[in-house]
Every structure is written in C-alpha cells, then in structure tokens.
C-alpha cells in the first residue's frame, strides 16, 4: 500500500530551459483538463516568485560538476610518463 497526500499549491509552473541560459516559464494548472492545463491567461505572478522559479531552473539544468571534471591521475589502463632522470 502506498500513501500519498495532496501538496496544496497556489501557483504552479512547468520551465522549458534552453542552452543552459534562456528560461521560458508556462503556467500551468494540473488539476484541469489536459487540453486546459497550460494557462492561456494567467494572472499577474510576484517578480521575486518568477526570479526565484527562473533560477532554480538553471541550477537544475547545470551540468553535474562530476561529469564535467576529469581526474588528474592516469587511470588504471594509463601507463604513467617514464621519467628521463
């Protein structure tokens, strides 16, 4: 058996990150019909709660900073350079 419970919402956004720069938020309303979900005119958000939405979707759509570093050390298929002393 699983339990879930309803988080109560008052604004809700889906974000669509382009190039790891551009943000295009879309209101968006789960609770309405599939053909309806996508706010055609929705009402005038908080700039702080639109800022905040905005960054959060760029922290998310960062690179992991795990696959964009590389080890300095030689793997285990490296031999290391000989020296030449």
């Known amino acids: 058996m699983t339990y879930q419970k309803a988080v109560e919402f008052n ?6 990150v382009v190039g790891q720069q551009k943000v295009h938020i879309m209101p968006y309303d789960p609770r309405k019909p599939h053909h309806e979900r996508y706010l055609q005119n929705p009402p005038a958000y908080d700039k702080k709660l639109l800022e905040r ?9 960062e690179p992991s900073a795990t696959t964009s570093t590389r080890s300095s ?9 000989p020296s030449t002393s």
């Open 11 to 16: 604004e809700y956004f889906r974000c669509y």
């Open 53 to 61: 939405v905005e960054g959060d979707a760029l922290k998310l759509a």
């Open 73 to 81: 050390s030689p793997s285990k298929t490296e031999s290391p350079t």
